[in-house]
């Protein structure tokens, strides 16, 4: 059936990417990368003394499933493959080396459309929206005459070190929310200990003639020197202990430079360098523990802010503040916590082995870790079983985000402000589809074009504009990236050459609705319906429905029951093809080639160089929702079929 198309914007010059390509890559990442990265955490474990016996992870493969999905399916079993780990074993006194292929588990396999089959049903992870790590500036509080800034700082793992300005202009610290400390004996503890140095590092940014702020708390803070500074530290994160320059010293390495403690992650450097224009490699773990400049550059920050009458504080709201964990981080944050209860397993039975005979296999017991993948995959709370009353609902779950969750926030602690649409949201996540009930707001889906960065921020596209000329080329950006940009809309009117038209045309500049010259504009939506996710865009003349209607009618479609036989819609948004392929429901050639057999049940096609594909088909399956599952062929024998058709 051919469509005509009404609409004045060309609809398919970029078409959207792959519907459940989150899925896919954050699956692809965890086997290729993300397993990789645990494995090389805990290697190599030496036992207690250091001095036996060293165990190393290799290498590591899966190797084919038992059983293919459908027979999973009926058989009410895991669609899995065996992971086998390769391990060295060297003897520290003696020098012999022993290497060993060992099974650690059976590991869930994802299915080509991004679902896994556990227990014979079939389950969706979903993606979590949690605040990154990184530094977040805040208003700590504010008189008649002037507001005062603070800061805190959020890494990965370890402890939070939170800033804040007094009325009398001295800056303190609280480490993990202990008793205050003058931010000078930080710095100080940190190598920073004279207070010549410590003036010079502020001088150019701390100039307000009324307000000091490193000298009000220089004279606050009791410590001169670098030791005095440990111990200063020490009493206020230990009160009650007697503080010793040595466990002091100790104390502080333990808390801020040792990298099994203190994890900023590469999303927290790389938002601080972002933050302070700097350029300092996240790659390294060395780099993600609390620097000196880190410090002095949060702190320069601060008083920056203070001294700015106009500054405002961060919005935690603002997607550049909020990041996605997909599927593989989510898998590899769990099974972390495995491999350090394995760890502590292997050293006990290090110490209890015979030195001269003892194999690998001896020690491992990956019982922790076959624990971790039931748990995760099984009864987790982001692993859900699957919305499949029809198509639509099925790849929506898969695009879904959710606020709540392990290390999320709860129904009853969110705020409205939480759960409301931000200027940020667009593009990234959609402003309609959301749940009706106590969910509202923490619940939310990708919107169409929207991608997750390699740092979990959701990126979405625009179009380059020179000059006043549309060209065709297409980056991606992030909501901070995003603000620095002008940014006219997809309906902008343009002339056959792609120059936009008009002396005035709505764009958003900074974020905020405005309006701009042609030639001011740098970037220009890529679509009308990029806001949208994929349910609302199928909604036909969607500008024409209240919002709170349209949010229902997008809801409710995913509660439409298929149809024996089913029709095409009279009207359509040019949508429906798109999400009817990239649903999973639909066969697809893989090759071009010609039907050579078809009945109710299988398509056999022979390609050009000879070759048979078979394909068989659903035939009247129960769905999840015990809603039909059923395929029906639509070619005839002898039909010549294109690649992907």
Aim: with cysteine; glycine share 6%.
């Amino acid at each position: 059936m051919t469509r005509k198309i009404f609409s004045k914007f060309d609809l398919d010059q970029f078409e959207a990417p792959n519907l459940v390509q989150v899925q896919l890559d954050s699956y692809k990442w965890f086997l290729d990368i993300g397993f990789k990265e645990l494995l090389a955490e805990i290697s190599p474990i030496v036992d207690w003394t250091g001095k036996e016996l060293e165990l190393s992870f290799l290498d590591y493969r899966l190797e084919e499933p038992k059983y293919e999905e459908r027979t999973a399916i009926e058989k009410n079993i895991t669609y899995e493959a065996p992971l086998k780990v390769q391990i060295g074993l060297k003897n520290k006194k003696t020098g012999q080396y022993r290497e060993q292929e060992l099974f650690i588990a059976d590991f869930p396999l994802m299915t080509p459309r991004g679902t896994f089959i556990i227990n014979g049903v079939e389950r969706v992870v979903i993606s979590q929206l949690i605040r990154s790590p990184g530094a977040l500036f805040s208003l700590s509080r504010s008189s008649r005459h002037q507001r005062f800034f603070g800061a805190k700082l959020i890494p990965l793992r370890g402890a939070w070190l939170e800033f804040e300005t007094e009325y009398n202009g001295v800056i303190s610290v609280r480490i993990d929310r202990k008793r205050k400390v003058a931010a000078t004996a930080l710095l100080r503890a940190l190598g920073l200990s004279k207070d010549e140095d410590i003036k010079k590092a502020f001088e150019d940014i701390d100039t307000d003639p009324n307000m000091k702020y490193m000298l009000a708390t220089i004279l606050q803070d009791p410590s001169s020197n670098e030791e005095e500074g440990f111990i200063e530290l020490y009493k206020r994160v230990r009160p009650g202990d007697p503080a010793t320059p040595d466990n002091a010293k100790q104390m502080i390495a333990n808390l801020f430079t040792n990298p099994s403690r203190y994890d900023l992650s590469k999303v927290g450097r790389f938002r601080l360098n972002q933050r302070f224009n700097r350029d300092i490699n996240y790659d390294d773990a060395k780099n993600r523990v609390l620097k000196q400049e880190d410090v002095v550059d949060i702190l320069r920050e601060i008083i920056r802010l203070n001294n700015d009458p106009t500054a405002q504080p961060d919005n935690m709201d603002h997607l550049g503040n909020r990041r996605v964990k997909t599927l593989g981080e989510l898998l590899q944050d769990r099974l972390r916590v495995a491999f350090a209860r394995m760890e502590r397993n292997i050293k006990d039975r290090m110490s209890t082995s015979d030195l001269a005979t003892v194999l690998p296999s001896q020690l491992i017991n990956a019982r922790p870790f076959v624990a971790a993948l039931k748990e995760f995959f099984a009864s987790g709370q982001l692993s859900q079983f699957m919305d499949q009353e029809n198509p639509l609902s099925e790849l929506e779950h898969k695009r879904r985000l959710t606020a709540l969750g392990p290390g999320g926030l709860t129904r009853e602690r969110a705020s409205f402000e939480v759960r409301d649409v931000h200027p940020s949201h667009y593009g990234r996540i959609c402003p309609i589809a959301t749940p009706e009930g106590s969910n509202i707001g923490l619940v939310g889906h990708l919107a169409l074009y929207s991608k997750i960065s390699p740092f979990g921020f959701i990126l979405t596209p625009y179009l380059k504009v020179n000059k006043g000329k549309v060209t065709g080329e297409m980056l991606y950006f992030d909501a901070i990236e995003e603000e620095k940009q002008v940014i006219a809309q997809a309906g902008a009117k343009t002339d056959k050459n792609g120059m936009l038209l008009g002396d005035k045309i709505p764009a958003r500049i900074k974020g905020e609705p405005g309006t701009a010259h042609p030639q001011e504009v740098t970037y220009i939506d890529v679509s009308p319906k990029q806001q949208f996710s994929v349910a609302t865009s199928l909604i036909p003349f969607l500008e024409n429905d209240d919002a709170n209607r349209a949010l229902m009618g997008t809801n409710m479609q995913k509660q439409a029951v298929p149809l024996i036989t089913p029709e095409a819609p009279y009207v359509g948004t040019g949508m429906e093809e798109k999400v009817a392929r990239d649903s999973g429901m639909l066969v697809i050639a893989p090759e071009a080639g010609t039907i050579t057999k078809v009945d109710a049940n299988r398509i056999t096609l022979e390609t050009s160089a000879g070759k048979e594909h078979e394909f068989k088909l659903l035939k009247f399956k129960r769905s999840n929702k015990f809603t039909s599952l059923n395929q029906r062929p639509i070619v005839r024998k002898g039909e010549k079929v294109k690649k992907g058709q």
